[in-house]
């Protein structure tokens, strides 16, 4: 599979802004840890775009998911591209994508 850049749809980065927010209630340090780890986890589905798992809320082999700590990156493989669509706290039910 021949997978080129990576494009962030608006809500996943509302998404990572969200929860960025949220942790630096506690630490602006810890926060910007972790949207770096986020950014490096999704930077490595170039290398293995089909590494990640299928999801089965949806019939479509092209919507998959990684997981980091208690995080869902939520990601679709389209025209040449990994598109983030979603990062999301995996106890939440997905939402519509």
Known sequence: MDIKRIRWAPGAIA??????????????HYAA???KRIIAV??????FPLAGRA???YE???IREKIFKNYRIVYRLKDGCVEIVAI????KP???I
Do not use: Q
């Open 88 to 91: 999301c706290n995996s106890a």
């Open 33 to 35: 840890l972790f949207a």
């Open 94 to 96: 997905l939402k519509d």
């Open 60 to 62: 479509d082999e092209s």
């Open 55 to 57: 999801l089965a809320e």
């Open 15 to 28: 998404d990572l802004e969200d929860i960025c927010e949220f942790i630096s209630r506690d630490s602006e």
């Open 42 to 47: 999704v930077e490595s589905i170039l290398d």
